[in-house]
């Protein structure tokens, strides 16, 4: 995955998904299931719901590990599993 992507993070506990883009917020309507894809998703272009869906990415983006701390320390695990995101 590193090889991909130009920064790569992580954070425990996150149950679900959402993308966003520049103009546009996309989400399940229900949490994934092992090997299950969600049946419907909501999807807006209103400025405002994109808005809030950006600051709520960056809030999480800003509490998650960057990847290279955790591949310098091979007891991540231990280390971050019962660790809380809020600060």
């Known amino acids: 995955m590193v090889s991909i992507v130009d920064e790569l993070r992580h954070l425990d506990g996150i149950r679900g998904s959402f993308m966003t883009s520049e103009s546009e917020y996309l989400a399940p309507m229900v949490l994934f299931e092992k090997e299950r894809i969600a049946s419907q998703i909501v999807w807006s272009t209103v400025p405002g719901i994109v808005e ?12 998650a590990i ?19 995101i809020r600060k």
């Open 52 to 63: 809030q869906q950006h600051r709520a990415y960056h809030n999480l983006w800003n509490k």
């Open 66 to 84: 960057p990847a290279e701390e955790i591949f310098r320390d091979r007891s991540w695990k231990s280390t971050y599993r019962n660790q809380s």
